[in-house]
């Protein structure tokens, strides 16, 4: 289950894996796009699935943002799950129209301290890593801009490419294919530091002092699952990310492996709705 719209970079994680998950498991792997609610919807119907290993939810950033953000949620996001597998983590990738008059973070932010809320910003939906990654660059950069949500990273690039939105902290792998066409211009990446595999691209840190948003993607199961089936998903699914097929689509968007325990996922993510818990209260943040 992914619960964003075809084309952005869930997807094609997703797919990517739900591919070499079919090779290892002799059967075929479907990709069910569920989008909603800020990722509420198809993550609820992951919920209240059959524990049996045959429903999957690929999660994210929202995952860990979404009990702090909403108001209330369908299932405990706490309690209704089995951790699978942490897939890898990244940075966000903050792009621009080619044709665009932006060709730095600074000039960016020169804009918006000249025009307070003028400048729009997308994302795939409340709550999603381009949502927060922008929220607290307005933060930390003391400027005003208008936050501009989607129901996914398909019609929200759309609108940037059409010079409707002005930018959007996009996930490296959803922006990569633009990148390499020269459709969007890449500015700033939201890690800590730059990536090996955008070296032109400065972090948006050296700017902005302090700055970071990660994303990550990662692996669920209904709670109740058994033990041995989370293990032989954990295993398989381990391989496939581990695979140097899977490497090499994935590492040039800037994902870093991690493939590890169940626990893995488990600490990493209990660890970040602490972050943004906090960021959230501190900010004031809310779903719309």
């Known amino acids: 289950m992914v619960p964003f719209p075809p084309a952005g970079g869930t997807d094609i994680i997703a797919r990517a894996l739900g591919a070499g998950m079919s090779q290892e498991l002799g059967q075929p792997v479907v990709i069910d796009n569920k989008p909603g609610a800020g990722t509420i ?11 049996d290993g045959y ?3 690929v999660a994210t950033f929202a995952h860990a943002v979404n009990p ?9 996001w706490d309690k209704a799950f089995a951790p699978v597998i942490l897939i890898g983590r990244g940075p966000n990738v903050l792009v621009v129209p080619a044709d665009g008059p932006y060709q730095s973070v600074a000039d960016v932010i020169t804009a918006a301290r ?23 660059f307005t933060n930390l950069a003391n ?14 690039m759309t609108d940037v490419l059409g010079g409707r939105v002005d930018m959007i902290f996009g996930t490296a792998a959803g922006v990569a294919g633009f990148v390499s066409n020269r459709k969007v211009r890449p500015i700033g990446l939201t890690s800590a530091q730059r990536s090996p595999s955008l070296p032109d691209v400065p972090a948006i840190a050296e700017t902005v002092p302090g700055y970071r948003v990660e994303s990550w993607y ?15 998903l954990n295993a398989t699914i381990g391989k496939v990310a581990r695979a140097n097929e899977f490497r090499k689509r994935v590492e040039p968007e800037g994902l870093v492996i991690s493939a590890g ?10 660890a ?16 719309d």
């Open 41 to 51: 919807i198809g993550t609820d119907a992951v919920a209240k699935s059959r524990p």
């Open 55 to 57: 429903t999957l939810l």
């Open 68 to 76: 702090s953000i909403q108001p209330s949620l369908p299932y405990a």
């Open 114 to 136: 000249a025009n307070p809320g003028k400048l729009t910003y997308a994302s795939f939906g409340n709550g999603t890593s381009a949502h927060l990654a922008g929220e607290m």
């Open 143 to 156: 400027v005003e801009m208008t936050h501009v949500p989607y129901k996914g990273f398909g019609p929200a």
């Open 218 to 232: 990662g692996i669920y199961a209904p709670a109740g699952t058994p033990p041995d089936v989370i293990a032989k």
């Open 261 to 270: 325990a169940p626990a893995e996922l488990d600490e990493y993510v209990r």
């Open 272 to 287: 970040e709705e602490a972050l943004w818990r906090k960021i959230v209260q501190e900010n004031k943040i809310r779903p």
